[in-house]
């Protein structure tokens, strides 16, 4: 069964973070239908909050740090990416712009991307189309044609239909997973695992 690898980003600054359940929520939705779809799926969530310190070091040294050197190779052998965002002052926030930028421009074309954001009032639901998007087609990403807002009111709703919260994380899940099938042009390969010189040589002598 082939394999789809998906990183969750969220950059939820609060414990619980709404960004961080809508995130959830996507990816739960997403790997159902991926999973139906006859994949099997790979989830790597990724708190941005837990990565500032070593975000802010990298853009001072230039070095990323172990933790976020992983990361930043997760996301690149990914093959789709969900990326949240809380607004602030009607932009993404400031954490994941920050994530954006300490990674290689290059190393997210190609990638399947599905959008989202929480903010406290709908007047703030633009900022998937008017920033969020913009940046990543930048990146030359293929993205979801639906972004997903939840504000306050969507959380607890038992409204049913599409317009609901679960309805529309289930359409841009739906959209993210077509979006995965077949082929994928922003793969990149897995980190080599390093291996002990021991296991490498006797590797070698099996060979001969």
Known sequence: METRRLTVLSAGLGVPSSSRLLADQL???????????????????????????????????GYAGPRL??????????????????????????????????????????KAVLLG?????????????????PLFNYLRTRTAVTGVFAGPQDW????????????RIDRAAGEFTRLLEGPQ??????????LPFEQLLAGISGNG
């Open 185 to 194: 042009p922003g793969r990149k390969p897995a980190p080599m695992e390093s």
């Open 69 to 110: 050197e992983e990361v930043i190779a997760g996301v690149e052998a990914s093959d789709g990416i969900i990326a949240v965002s809380p607004v602030f002052s009607a932009s993404y926030s400031g954490l994941f712009k920050s994530f954006i930028d300490v990674l290689d421009p290059k190393s997210l074309d190609g």
């Open 156 to 167: 607890g709703s038992a409204e049913d239909g599409g317009f609901s919260l679960a309805g």
């Open 117 to 133: 954001a929480t903010g406290g009032s709908d007047r703030h639901q633009m900022v998937l189309d008017f920033a969020m998007r």
């Open 27 to 61: 990816a739960a939705s997403a790997e159902r239908q991926l999973r139906a779809a006859g994949y099997d799926v790979t989830v790597d969530i990724v708190e941005l909050r837990d990565l500032a310190v070593d975000i802010a070091n990298n853009f001072v040294t």
